[in-house]
T-cell receptor, first 115, second 113 residues
């Protein structure tokens, strides 16, 4: 069955530390891949996306993600976390072909940043 | 400009009320979406409009009635809601052609009393 897994429900890091949020997917063909961030009570903001080409993609707010086909993973990274990065992070996938409308989200990872 | 706007920001309604949520985008997107999000959960797709026509209805109860009056506007009409319908309602839009990245609005926080 097609699925998106974010193994970590909650991660706590100290301000200035590095960050990696994990995302694995299970699809027949590599889907389109996205990371979204949601601050409390807010909408979702698109951080970055992977469609094809270079497997290391740069996004907004200093985030990057690496696509690894062999591991069916699309992990999000940031070298130095800021307190304002505290939020919920969702990995999402969109199958290639067909109507291409239905985003499938992971369950999310809540990031807490300690001062 | 990648902005999707939603009004109102907050809405409290009784179970017998009729209200509407509004969404607007000016990015030239021809696909628009309604999602429902409960606390600590990912968004759940409700409806998709493509070229102002309803394309997907994810078996949503008829007390939710979507409308797309033109390519920039999307409404969600609410009637006879239940307390369990209380949630954050998110609107999103995307280009019709691949790769369909969706841009979300800030949401309407709905409370049904």
């Amino acid at each position: 069955a097609q699925s998106v897994t974010q193994p970590d429900i909650h991660i706590t890091v100290s301000e200035g530390a590095s960050l990696e949020l994990r995302c694995n997917y299970s699809y027949g063909a590599t889907p389109y891949l996205f990371w979204y961030v949601q601050s409390p009570g807010q909408g979702l903001q698109l951080l970055l996306k992977y469609f094809s080409g270079d497997t290391l993609v740069q996004g907004i707010k200093g985030f990057e993600a690496e696509f690894k086909r062999s591991q069916s993973s699309f992990n999000l990274r940031k070298p130095s976390v800021h307190w304002s990065d505290a939020a919920e992070y969702f990995c999402a996938v969109l199958p290639r072909g067909g109507s291409n409308y239905k985003l499938t989200f992971g369950k999310g990872t809540l990031l807490t940043v300690n001062p | 400009d990648t902005e999707v706007t939603q009004t109102p920001k907050h809405l409290v309604m009784g179970m017998t009320n009729k209200k509407s949520l509004k969404c607007e985008q000016h990015m030239g997107h021809r696909a628009m979406y309604w999602y429902k999000q409960k606390a600590k959960k990912p968004p759940e797709l409700m409806f998709v409009y493509s070229y102002e026509k309803l394309s997907i209805n994810e078996s949503v109860p008829s007390r939710f009635s979507p409308e797309c009056p033109n390519s920039s506007l999307l409404n969600l009409h609410l009637h006879a809601l239940q307390p369990e319908d209380s949630a954050l309602y998110l609107c999103a839009s995307s280009f019709r052609d691949p790769p369909y990245e969706q841009y979300f609005g800030p949401g309407t926080r709905l409370t049904v009393t």
